[in-house]
């Protein structure tokens, strides 16, 4: 179950893995986009760990100030994709605290603000697997793995790497890895699945 | 009902400069942009759209952006703002200067955007 | 045969902006602009064009612009140029934005035309 | 016949018609363009003048000349126009000196250069039928007034009065209005028609 403690530290954990793979991310970010996915996920990750440090009082506050910081510091299309996904999540902890109830309000969040769609190789296609996993009980590392890996023969269909069409294929999409750093700490943090 | 036009690019001079070359045939027309992330570098700032809907004098707006994710940042700023905005899916600089020359002759909102439409490519 | 782009604005500030927006995805395009009139005032400048031809490092040039007179100056310098330039009726900051994501991509010409020609707005 | 000193008392003329006109023209501009031809024309009649004043040995140096004053310095959609104008003057003066002939050149170079035609609310306007009349040899001042005059109630195809579509109309063309001062000036000057 979702509470304050286990949910921040998940956060965190995934603040720290951000930090650690930036410059990955941003080399991710090269071919097909940018070159700034890193940069960008860090310095809205540190934000969200300033969050964190303040304490906030309930899961609902917890997820605000996690969407505030990634909407305000990312500067990335990243920032309103991750942000509007906390802020569902927030939204939905009023009522609900089952985690994939909060996490399929946070992908119906993501599918509207960035208009994209499963196989349009973005982190909707670890997101949307990620979520059935959840929701079905069945969530491991393999599940998540696999859901990155499927994002490298895609041709963008959204996003920067959608300039590049066809030459998109071959390369992981950096927000579906970063995504993946997001589910590996949830399966890695204890007693929140 | 006034009209006012924004102007969102991931690049701080795009912005400014788009601002220059609509003010030059719109003097009367609200311009406000909104370009690069809160410390000008490439990429595009919630907050900084905010304010340019904020700035303008308009009391109802269009706005234009460049690439994708500015959409995104202009979206959830739009579900904030209590003006009307009108977002549109069209080339940037051309599709801000016809409705900046169009806005500058008075004409309304149904007009330009019957101007704009052979534009959208986004 | 290499390719590189040429970005001619009215206004400096724009051409400058592009510049900016496209070296970030495409580090190993050479991208040079003209913006502007020779004292940088809103317009443009046959030679400014002339000198952005010459200061690209490419032997093949993918030109945009923004307004109608400006591609006028283009051609000219077109029809001046010893290399061959190629002129697109297209988007400005979108379509260069996209030559260069192809470019930086090693796409051949004819496959960066074809993803060019749903831009084309003039 | 055209001789290098009625071209240049011409072109004189003309380059203080548009001193003179500088802000009317400006104003035409405003309403339905960037409100600059008046600056635009007199930086680069001005040019010519300094040009003029070097004394071009023959009627090819003359016009050539003047289209690269006008080329280089005025900045606007009318530099390349009238340019090329001159230029296409300078070309067909090496092998003939019938302005009449010469006027054609220049009209086919503008038509080239901004792909207008007749009715587009442009200086072609009044570069078409004055030519005819130039060719006919029944150029009058009310030929060119009766042209400037024409582009009033036209609906703009071609340059920045375009994007106003339908709202152009009700408005002289600027262009037309300095190309109605270059042929009053051309009538003007005794000799050449
Ligand atoms: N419209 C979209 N819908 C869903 N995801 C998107 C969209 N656009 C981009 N993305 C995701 O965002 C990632 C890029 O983020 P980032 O590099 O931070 O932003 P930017 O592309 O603005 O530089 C992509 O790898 C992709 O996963
Ligand atoms: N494509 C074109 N073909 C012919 N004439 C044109 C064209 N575009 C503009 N013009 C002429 O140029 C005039 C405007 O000149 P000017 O104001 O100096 O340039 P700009 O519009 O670039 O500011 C118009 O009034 C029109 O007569
Ligand atoms: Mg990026
Ligand atoms: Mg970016
Ligand atoms: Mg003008
Ligand atoms: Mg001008």
Same mark, same amino acid.
């Not at chain 1, 940018?34 to 310095?43: F, I, K, P, Q, W």
């Given at each position: 179950?979702?509470?304050?403690?286990?949910?921040?530290?998940?956060?965190? @954990?995934?603040?720290?893995?951000? #930090? @650690?793979?930036?410059?990955?991310?941003?080399?991710?970010?090269?071919? +097909?986009?940018?070159? $700034?996915?890193?940069?960008?996920? =860090?310095?809205?990750?540190?934000?969200?760990?300033?969050?964190?440090?303040?304490?906030?009082?309930?899961?609902?506050? *917890?997820?605000?100030?996690?969407?505030?910081?990634?909407?305000?510091?990312?500067?990335?299309?990243?920032? %309103?994709?991750?942000?509007?996904?906390?802020?569902?999540?927030?939204?939905?902890?009023?009522?609900?605290?089952?985690?994939?109830?909060?996490?399929?309000?946070?992908?119906?969040?993501?599918?509207?603000?960035?208009?994209?769609?499963?196989?349009?190789?973005?982190? +909707?296609?670890?997101?949307?697997?990620?979520?059935?996993?959840? @929701?079905?009980?069945?969530?491991?590392?393999?599940? +998540?793995?696999?859901?990155?890996?499927?994002?490298? %023969?895609?041709?963008?269909?959204?996003?920067?790497?959608?300039?590049?069409? #066809?030459?998109?294929?071959?390369?992981?999409? %950096?927000?579906?890895?970063?995504?993946?750093?997001?589910?590996?700490?949830?399966?890695?943090?204890?007693?929140?699945? | 009902?006034?009209?006012?036009?924004?102007?969102?690019?991931?690049?701080?001079?795009?912005?400014?400069?788009?601002?220059?070359?609509? =003010? @030059?045939?719109?003097? /009367?027309?609200?311009?406000?942009?909104?370009?690069?992330? $809160? /410390?000008?570098?490439?990429?595009?700032?919630?907050?900084?759209?905010? #304010?340019?809907?904020?700035?303008?004098? =308009?009391?109802?707006?269009?706005?234009?952006?460049?690439?994708?994710?500015?959409?995104?940042?202009?979206?959830?700023?739009? #579900?904030?703002?209590?003006?009307?905005?009108?977002?549109?899916?069209?080339?940037?600089?051309?599709?801000?200067?016809?409705? =900046?020359?169009?806005?500058?002759?008075?004409?309304?909102?149904?007009?330009?955007?019957?101007? *704009?439409?052979?534009?959208? +490519?986004?």
């Amino acid at each position: 179950m979702l509470t304050v403690e286990n949910t921040t530290a998940w956060l965190n @954990q995934f603040a720290a893995q951000i #930090e @650690q793979h930036q410059s990955y991310l941003s080399e991710l970010d090269t071919p +097909i986009g940018d070159g $700034d996915h890193g940069g960008n996920m =860090a310095r809205g990750l540190a934000a969200v760990k300033t969050a964190l440090a303040t304490q906030p009082a309930d899961l609902t506050k *917890l997820f605000q100030a996690t969407a505030m910081a990634l909407i305000s510091k990312v500067g990335g299309a990243s920032g %309103p994709l991750y942000g509007t996904a906390f802020l569902e999540m927030a939204k939905q902890s009023k009522t609900d605290t089952d985690l994939g109830t909060l996490l399929a309000a946070a992908l119906a969040g993501i599918e509207k603000r960035g208009g994209a769609t499963t196989g349009d190789k973005t982190l +909707i296609d670890v997101w949307a697997p990620v979520v059935a996993a959840v @929701q079905a009980g069945k969530l491991t590392q393999t599940v +998540i793995d696999d859901a990155v890996a499927s994002t490298k %023969p895609m041709v963008a269909k959204k996003g920067r790497a959608s300039y590049l069409g #066809e030459r998109s294929a071959g390369h992981l999409d %950096p927000g579906a890895v970063s995504s993946g750093y997001l589910f590996t700490t949830l399966l890695a943090t204890e007693g929140i699945l | 009902m006034s009209l006012g036009i924004v102007v969102v690019s991931h690049v701080p001079e795009i912005a400014a400069g788009v601002q220059r070359l609509l =003010a @030059q045939v719109a003097k /009367d027309v609200s311009i406000t942009i909104a370009g690069g992330t $809160d /410390d000008d570098q490439v990429g595009t700032s919630m907050a900084k759209i905010t #304010e340019a809907f904020d700035a303008n004098t =308009a009391d109802e707006l269009l706005a234009f952006y460049d690439l994708g994710s500015a959409k995104m940042n202009l979206e959830m700023a739009i #579900e904030m703002s209590t003006k009307p905005v009108h977002l549109y899916d069209t080339a940037l600089v051309e599709s801000a200067y016809t409705a =900046a020359s169009l806005l500058q002759a008075d004409v309304p909102l149904a007009d330009v955007e019957a101007q *704009l439409a052979p534009l959208k +490519i986004k």
